[in-house]
């Protein structure tokens, strides 16, 4: 049974999610030979100032602009 982790920043819609899980399930059901039903995804959505990028925040301005 494999088991996704995702991480990302908050701000994606259910939408975007539900579009996200459907199609890494895809890859992952027909990449691993296994069931749709058998793959597991979970989102865990962490706040900007959570997160590092070489040794710094991004949070902090240099990384401010959004990619």
Same mark, same amino acid.
Request: glycine share 4%; net charge negative.
């Given at each position: *049974?494999? *088991?996704?982790? &995702?991480? *990302?920043?908050? +701000?994606? @819609? /259910?939408?975007?999610?539900?579009?996200?899980?459907?199609?890494? $399930?895809?890859?992952?059901?027909?990449?691993? !030979? $296994?069931?749709?039903? /058998?793959?597991? &995804? @979970? &989102?865990?959505?962490?706040?900007?100032? !959570?997160? #590092? &990028? +070489? +040794?710094?925040?991004? #949070? /902090?301005?240099?990384?401010?602009?959004?990619?």
């Amino acid at each position: *049974m494999p *088991m996704i982790s &995702i991480s *990302m920043f908050p +701000g994606r @819609t /259910d939408e975007q999610k539900r579009a996200l899980v459907k199609e890494v $399930t895809e890859v992952v059901s027909r990449t691993c !030979h $296994t069931p749709p039903q /058998d793959v597991w &995804i @979970t &989102i865990t959505e962490v706040p900007r100032e !959570h997160w #590092s &990028i +070489g +040794g710094k925040l991004y #949070s /902090d301005p240099q990384h401010s602009p959004e990619r």
